[in-house]
């Protein structure tokens, strides 16, 4: 295995285990389960509160990525509605090849997909996925929800763009203030 795999599993395995009691003993609520409805395809949403409600992490999977459609919202269930939280988005790394052509856009030469120079570049860049952070009261992601980082389009990256692949999934944690 390479070395940077063996590095992603450690840290997934870290992520688990600090939040172990929420996932094992935390209440379940199942928010999005598939259904096609308003351009919204294969999106299943759940999340684990622990059980004195202090934290929470909820799982955002997207099975048919819908091209240029930017924004993503995120409701909750089981959150305290009269605390503060502050929603995180678990930090992402992705690989210059993941853009394909694009790399073009931004890179004074033209680099071919799948090239020797690709790889090379992907050795020593990576795009910094993107920074979610919300802070509000439960009642307000129980009852509103919030609007997910927009989803690259083409143009523009920076770390406030999602990077949303076929089957891509995120983590957010809700730590109670």
């Known amino acids: 295995m390479k070395k940077k795999d063996l590095e992603a599993i450690e840290e997934q395995v870290e992520f688990y285990k600090r939040h172990r009691r929420t996932f094992q003993f935390g209440e379940y609520h199942r928010i999005e389960n598939g259904t096609v409805s308003d351009l919204r395809r294969n999106v299943y949403q759940f999340m684990t509160v622990s059980q004195d409600g202090s934290e929470a992490v909820s799982c955002y999977y997207e099975g048919q990525v819908i091209p240029n459609y930017t924004y993503k919202h995120m409701r909750t269930k089981g959150l305290d509605e009269n605390a503060v939280y502050v929603m995180e988005g678990r930090s992402l790394q992705y ?83």
């Not at 210059?96 to 033209?110: E, Q, S, Y």
């Open 95 to 177: 690989s210059v090849k993941l853009m394909g052509d694009l790399i073009n856009a931004v890179t004074p030469v033209h680099v071919k997909p799948d090239s020797l120079t690709q790889s090379a570049i992907d050795k020593v860049v990576k795009l910094q996925g993107e920074k979610e952070y919300v802070k509000a009261s439960g009642a307000v992601f129980n009852r509103v929800g919030v609007n997910l980082a927009p989803n690259f389009a083409g143009t523009g990256y920076n770390d406030q763009t999602a990077l949303w692949t076929e089957h891509g999934l995120r983590l957010y944690t809700f730590t109670r203030q």
